[in-house]
């Protein structure tokens, strides 16, 4: 069975603060690793990750894969109040006529003034 | 452009009684999901389609079916709802996989549909 483990569950920091979010994963035929971030509703894609050790950044948030250790990382640089949401980590696998995502229970982060 | 639409947003339903999400994408994708959401449980599969004609089942399929009923369209049903199934559920698409070096590609979602089962 797929499983990935998001931690911490939930992060609480002053705005400014940087903040690192934890993804591990075990999974049979990993394709890719994305992240999204949720708010009230829909998921939003942040990046999809699929080689190791290369950095995607986009603004303050950036994350990067170790396929060998099996965990991605997302950073976010000088929060701010809008970045309160779950972060969510998925897996894609291929299954041979599909791909689909397996998703980490999320991280639940606030930021505060 | 509008994406991945789901209906009804919310329902509310009596145990025993059935229902059917709607969802339709405009993204001309071939593969389409059904997951559901649940306080500390994550989004978790129910069923997906990775393309016309076809449905698999995903991480819990029990208690549901589904349809995709052309390219754009697929529907998921409750035949005996159950207070366990009270859940915000999602529809999502994806562009299929093309060969075994693409890697899996984003989800579209929906904005979700909210149904409680008293």
């Known amino acids: 069975e797929d499983k990935v483990v998001q931690s911490p569950l939930s992060l609480v920091v002053h705005e400014g603060d940087t903040v690192t979010l934890n993804c591990s994963y075990e999974?049979?035929?990993?394709?890719?690793l994305l992240w999204y971030k949720q708010e009230k509703k829909a998921p939003t894609f942040l990046f999809m990750l699929?080689?190791?050790?290369i950095e995607k950044k986009s603004g303050r948030l950036s994350s990067i894969l170790d396929k060998k250790e099996l965990f991605s990382i997302l950073n976010i640089t000088a929060t701010q109040t809008g970045d309160s949401a779950v972060y969510l980590c998925?897996?894609?696998?291929?299954?041979?006529?599909?791909?689909?995502?397996?998703f980490g229970t999320g991280t639940r982060l606030q930021v505060t003034l | 452009n509008a994406g991945v639409t789901q209906t009804p947003k919310f329902q509310v339903l009596k145990t025993g009684q059935s229902m059917t999400l709607q969802c339709a994408q405009d993204?001309?994708?071939?593969?389409m999901y059904w997951y559901r959401q649940d306080p500390g449980m994550g989004l978790r599969l129910i069923y997906y389609s990775a393309s016309e004609g076809t449905t698999d089942k995903g991480e819990v399929p029990n208690g549901y079916n589904v349809s995709r009923l052309n390219k754009r369209e697929f529907s998921l049903r409750l035949e005996s709802a159950a207070p366990s199934q009270t859940s915000v559920y999602f529809c999502?698409?994806?562009?299929?996989?093309?060969?075994?070096?693409?890697?899996?590609?984003?989800?579209?979602f929906g904005e979700g549909s909210r149904l409680t089962v008293l």
């Open positions: 999974v049979t035929n990993f394709r890719s």
């Open positions: 699929t080689s190791s050790g």
């Open positions: 993204m001309n994708h071939n593969s």
């Open positions: 998925a897996v894609g696998t291929n299954t041979g006529t599909a791909s689909k995502l397996t």
């Open positions: 999502a698409s994806s562009e299929r996989r093309v060969s075994a070096r693409k890697p899996t590609g984003e989800l579209f």
